[in-house]
């Protein structure tokens, strides 16, 4: 799963330090390609209403496959979508292919791992998603310099095609229709603890459990371990057609609080991202700093470095943190204490914004605009593991049709961020546009607060609906 979204990544994020030379070679403006990464950000979010179902419908092995084949060939369009037009039609179609790297990953990491153990593998996915966006600038750039724009584009779809090779003959399906789920009397003293009476060897734990995990029972199901040939089939076992139900639930699940609150938390700090690569050439590339494709696609490293620091941050130290504050709760988990790691992103997000701005204008040392990079990287590697996880700790059994909605809002930010950068710097400079862009990354980081405060008693607030909503999938055959 990490070697698609590694590749998958880079190929999608290959124009961010070569914005310069490649406005020459296709005649676009830069604005015109901040545009078109904003068309691919929004179809990464709406396409996700096609393929989310369609992954839970007919497997998440096939899903995958399909869309690094299609970003392939995408991929080796890149150098060829002259004008305006085509670079949108050619983003439009990318997002959309690219769609599940946005949500499909995070489903597989509920398919697999238990609670206390989400929190690292879910920094190790993050490390994967905002790390390949930041490691696409190193190399493309020295690619660019040395052999040329058009193998900016063709190196990265030649890396898809051997990932295509290694996902075909090694990622298994981990689809598995759960038979039950802790379901809740619906009386006044209803608790949030599973039903009793389950039958002997169904379980209310995450889906660790495989049907590939050898024998195993679940009720009176026994399973047996495939072979390697079985486990290389593109067919998922069959199930009654919920693609269309699916794409209505998710949007749906954007008015529940807590989806809402998840996505809003993603894309809050997804935006910043979109707002360093659409100005680190500029910036980075013009006086008095006069960096060369290649030395900008460097600096990149720096963000690099904030990805692990915030994968480390967010997966051993939050799974650390959440079992502390369990301990102090007397053993009961709360999602709402995974929140508590935005503290850090709180005080560092506007700190790095005003330093890339600010810094910029008054023509500080690189050195400085380095290390506002690296923090700016470092909040939006912890954006994305402590927002994902959040939604998942809350309603794992309805996540892989909640993230839809998640990627949904944040991706419609991004979208938006896209169009408004350009003109936004434009206008005001760059002191002025980031000392605004540091008190509004403030403001939004600071909404963890309000969930702490009242997360708990929004998620009452659906209790009933949500556990019905699972008991009405149990009935429908989609629970994973």
Known sequence: MCIYVWFVGIANSVVYSVLVPLSDALDLSVADLNAGTGYLFLLCGWGLLWWQPFALQWGKRPTYLISMAATIALTLWGPYAKGNGQWIAKNVLGGFFAAPIEALPEISVADVFFSHERGTYMGVYAFALAGSN??????????????????????PAIFCGVSFLLLFFFMEETNYDRKTVGILDQGPQASME????????????????????????????????????????????????????RAWLSLRLISWPVVFYAGFSYGSYLIWFNVLNGTASIILGGAPYNFSSGIVGLSYLACLLGVIAGSLFTGYVSDWMTLKLARRNNGVFEPEQRLWGFVVPLIVLPASLLL???????????????VAMLGTAFCNTCGITLSVNYLVDSYQDISGDGMTAVIIIRNTMSFAIGYGITPWLDNLGYQNCFISAAFVGMAASAVFLIMIWKGKHFREMYRMKYWNLVRKHIDMGMVH
């Open 356 to 370: 890339w701005g600010v810094g910029a204008a008054h023509e500080v040392h690189w050195f400085g605009l380095i």
């Open 194 to 245: 599973p039903k009793a009476g389950l039958p002997t060897g169904e379980k209310t734990a995450n889906a660790t459990d495989s049907p590939d995990s050898g024998s195993m029972e679940a009720g009176a199901a026994e399973y047996k371990k495939r072979s390697f040939v079985q486990k290389l089939s593109l067919k998922d076992r069959p199930r009654k057609q919920r693609m269309p139900y």
């Open 134 to 155: 930041f490691f696409a600038p190193i190399i493309c750039g020295y690619i660019n310099d040395s052999l040329g724009y058009k193998w900016v584009f063709y190196i």
